[in-house]
Every structure is written in C-alpha cells, then in structure tokens.
C-alpha cells in the first residue's frame, strides 16, 4: 500500500509509520514522505503524471511552512489526484478540524477523516479499510442536469436510466452487517448521475412515484437473486408516503414480498405527518405488516408526533435521522435526542437504527447509550451494485479484527 506523509516533524512521520507496521503486519507499505506542502504537492503532480503505482492515500498536518495542508487539499481538488483518500492531522481544536472536514468535502476530495494530534493510527486505518479499494459512490455532478425536468421526468424513468445503489447497516455490538438501503440515482447517458433530493420531488409532483418504486423494486430484487449470500442480508427500499395511497401498489408489494419470500425485503417509510395519518395511509401500513412486511419509520425525530405513532403503529424499526446523529460526539442536544429515542424504543421492543454516523467517535457513542444499528459514511457510503459483493467480502474479513481495535 503506497502511502504518502506530509509532516514537518520527522519524528510524527517515523511514528506513523511503525503505527501502520504493527497494526497491520500483513500489508506491505510503501512509504513516501515530505516534510511540507510544496514537496508533497511535486510528488503527487511527478506521480500522478508518471506510470509509477498509485498513491492509496495521502496523511498530511494541517499546518507546515512552504504550504500547509490546504494547500495540498486545494492542489488534490484541482487535480488527478482528487480521487487519493487523504486523512488530515493536526494539534488544532475540534471546531477547527470540523471546518477542515467540511471543507475538503465540499470539495468532494475522498476524505478518510479529520484526526487530532496525538495521532491513533488504527483510526485511520479503521477508515481506510472499510473506504479501501472500492469507488463505492459513482462520481455523481451536484448540478441539476437540464436534462431531469418536470416536461421530460416520464420520459427518463425507466430501468435503464435507475442505477442502485446499496448502504449497509451494521449491528453495533457486534460489527456484523445485517442489511443494506437501497439509494437510488438517475443516470442519464452523457449527463452523468442525478441525486434523489432533485429528481423525487419531480416524481412525486408528476404522479409517478409507485411506477418509480416498482422499478426500485424489480431492480434491487434482481440485484438480490445475483448472488445467494445477499439474501443472508435485509433489503430496505425506501418508499413514498403517497405510495401508500395506492391499493394496487400495495397489493403488488405483498405480491413480490410472496413471490420473493426467500429475500428480507424491509420498506423505509419517511414520515410525513399529514399522509401517514390518514385512514387509508394507516390501513395500508397495516396490511403490509400483516403481510410481514416489516417497515422502518425513517427520519426519526424531524416531526413532531413522532412519539404518538410509535405508541399506534407497530414499527420493526426506526432510523434516527442524520442530522441528530452525525455530531452526536459534540452536540449535547443532540444526544439528549438520540438517548431518549433509544431508551423508549427498547422499551416498546423497537430496533432503533442510527444513519450518518461518520466517525469512530459517533459509533462509540451509541454504542454506549445501547443503539441496535449503524449507518453512514463511516461504516460506508453508498455502493454501486458491481462492488456490492467485493465490499462485502472485504469487510466480512476485516471487522473482527477492526471491532477489536475499536
Ligand atoms: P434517507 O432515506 O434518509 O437516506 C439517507 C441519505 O443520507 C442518503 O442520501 C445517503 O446517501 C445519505 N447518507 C448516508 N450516510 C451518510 C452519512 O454518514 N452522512 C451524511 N451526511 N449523509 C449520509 P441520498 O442517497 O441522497 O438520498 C436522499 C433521500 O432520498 C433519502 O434519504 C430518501 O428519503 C430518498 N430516496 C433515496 N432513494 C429513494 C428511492 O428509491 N425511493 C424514494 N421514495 N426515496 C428515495
Ligand atoms: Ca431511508
Ligand atoms: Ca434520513
């Protein structure tokens, strides 16, 4: 593994690397160091225009003479190299390293994380190796292509343009991976890939959402039947409130569940006050459980009755949103939120999911307060249905020994 080490103390560069040396005996390093900025930013343009192997990932302090670690980040942005995983180091606070973080991902740099000085290297590692080798989000423009408009969004929706993508969860006590959500993008030739943020509310305006969660549907489960090994893992779609309007969009789900009895399928249903309240809406969450279709309550937390539903609908589980969950470490609010949900949803027998956990730190935390589940970008982003066995195979091998180091 080619390393590179950009630190002007040359003792934090020979630490680093007998860290990676006896917490990973088994990998061969290929170390490359430079004491600043400048030096890194050469070493990264000579290779990145040579036919030398590819630098796996770039470790660099924030603050050097002759260029710091913003200068790298903004060089990797610019650049070939902006696809190298690069982990940040510095003695700053923990404010600063934040603004560091997102700065480099609002540059979309691959970024393994932001760490304090002193260093932990099986940090690093631990991110590195659930990020490894796999470019599991495809390169997705954040720009709304002309293309995906209300005129044309019927046109667009069909199995050809629908690319899946699959984030796993995993069981916090153990490490073991229990399932995957289903993400979906649009993908349109020579447009590139459409975020779900921008094209479902064209969707839902247009009246097409069950035709577009068929699709999701057919698609993952085919994905599914690929490989026998995935069945050993839950399948969780989301679907649209509005979805539950429609009797035979119902009818067909319980259908697939019966005809695809051998997959765990699971409906992620986000809330949304108005719709899941109506007679027809709780009818049909109803007869979906009946048929045992287990259904996650999504979002936890962002509206107000939450509580009340939990209390009337019986929910196999709920996935405390994001945003309450990804500085859980630091937002004292925030973890009040997340403490309370979890301790009600044990008591009502519910699995409580938390998504957008991002950092070690996170995953510690609710680990601590009894949380069931974890997802986020920590464990790892979204992937592409073609790396989907090879990431599982990697972190089958790989968490016993990273929960260890944990
Ligand atoms: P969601 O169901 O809450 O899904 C989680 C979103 O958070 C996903 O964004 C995921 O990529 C992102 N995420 C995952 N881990 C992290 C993390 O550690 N940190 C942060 N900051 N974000 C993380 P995405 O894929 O853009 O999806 C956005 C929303 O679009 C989803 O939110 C879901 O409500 C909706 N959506 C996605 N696919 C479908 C679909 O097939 N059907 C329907 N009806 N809705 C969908
Ligand atoms: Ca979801
Ligand atoms: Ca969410």
């Given at each position: 593994?080619k ?19 006896q917490?990973?005996?088994e ?5 490359h ?10 070493m ?30 903004n ?11 690069i ?9 600063t ?24 290297i099986?940090?690093i590692?631990?991110?590195i190796?659930?990020?490894k ?24 929706l069909n ?20 399932g ?37 549907l057919?698609?993952a ?14 399948l ?10 429609s009797d ?32 027809r ?5 109803a ?9 996650s309550?999504?979002d ?11 209390d009337?609908i019986p ?27 979890i ?25 601590m ?19 989907l ?6 972190y089958?091998?790989?968490h ?7």
């Amino acid at each position: 593994m080619k390393i590179l080490i950009v630190d002007d103390q040359a003792f934090v560069r020979e630490t680093i690397k007998s860290e990676f040396i006896q917490i990973a005996p088994e990998v061969s390093f290929d170390f490359h160091e430079a004491d600043c900025g400048n030096k890194a930013i050469e070493m990264l343009e000579h290779n990145s225009l040579s036919d030398l192997p590819t630098i796996e990932l770039v470790i660099a302090d924030l603050k050097m003479e002759n260029g710091d670690g913003l200068a790298i980040i903004n060089h990797m942005a610019t650049t070939r190299s902006r696809e190298i995983p690069i982990a940040i180091v510095s003695s700053s606070d923990k404010r600063t390293l934040e603004l560091i973080g997102n700065i480099t991902n609002s540059f979309s740099l691959n970024l393994v994380g932001v760490f304090q000085k002193p260093l932990d290297i099986s940090d690093i590692y631990a991110s590195i190796a659930a990020k490894k080798a796999f470019p599991q989000e495809p390169d997705i423009s954040e720009e709304i292509t002309p293309i995906c408009n209300e005129a044309n969004i019927t046109s667009l929706l069909n199995e050809e343009n629908l690319f899946l993508c699959y984030q796993p969860k995993i069981n916090i006590k153990t490490g073991e991976l229990v399932g995957f959500e289903v993400l979906s993008r649009l993908c349109i030739q020579g447009d590139g890939f459409i975020y779900p943020d921008k094209f479902i509310p064209l969707i839902e305006k247009a009246g097409l959402n069950c035709q577009f969660t068929k699709l999701v549907l057919n698609q993952a489960l085919s994905q599914w039947h690929l490989f026998e090994k995935l069945k050993s893992y839950s399948l969780s779609i989301n679907i649209s409130a509005n979805d539950l309007l429609s009797d035979d969009f119902i009818n067909y789900v319980i259908d697939k569940h019966l005809t695809n009895s051998d997959i765990k399928l699971m409906l992620e249903l986000t809330e949304s006050q108005q719709t899941i309240n109506q007679d027809r809406s709780l009818q049909a969450i109803a007869k979906l459980i009946i048929n045992d279709i287990p259904i996650s309550l999504d979002d936890f937390g962002k509206s107000y009755s939450t509580f009340d539903r939990l209390d009337s609908i019986p929910f196999d589980e709920i996935k405390i949103d994001k945003d309450f969950v990804s500085d859980l470490d630091v937002n004292l609010q925030h973890q009040a939120i997340v403490e309370s949900t979890i301790a009600l949803a044990r008591k009502l027998n519910v699995k409580v999911v938390a998504e957008g956990v991002e950092t070690l730190s996170v995953l510690k935390r609710l680990q601590m307060l009894g949380c069931h589940i974890a997802q986020g970008y920590f464990i790892s982003p979204p992937i592409e249905g073609r790396y989907l066995m090879a990431w599982i195979n990697e972190y089958n091998l790989q968490h016993e020994c990273q929960y260890v180091s944990c």
